[in-house]
């Protein structure tokens, strides 16, 4: 892959090193940084059992709750794990970083 470092000057590579609890980590802080909603919902669309996230479409307005509860969503779709999601939610934790 490309070694261009992206908008946070990390590469593909140094991220790809990365565990996938460590690239969420990653992500979710910068996420939570920049008030990104969207973001948290469109990576809870990738774990199994996630109608409760498109449930959740009409949260409310106030961005803090609505990041606290989409925290606390994966937190419970994401009980016993989520690692037949891990390659999608990999991918969508590296392009988020990579682009931010």
Avoid at 51 to 59: K, N, T
Avoid at 79 to 100: M, N, Q, T, V, W
């Amino acid at each position: 892959m490309s070694e261009t470092p992206g908008a946070g000057g990390r590469t593909f590579d140094e991220l790809d090193k990365l565990s996938t609890e460590e690239l969420r980590e990653r992500a979710f802080a910068l996420a939570r940084e920049r008030r990104d909603v969207g973001f948290f919902w469109s990576v809870l669309r990738h774990l199994p059992n996630s109608d409760e996230a498109a449930a959740l479409d009409g949260a409310p307005n106030s961005v803090g709750p609505t990041i606290d509860e989409a925290n606390a969503l994966w937190r419970e779709l994401t009980g016993h794990g989520y690692e037949e999601s891990a390659p999608l939610l990999r991918a969508a934790f590296i392009d988020y970083l990579l682009k931010h």
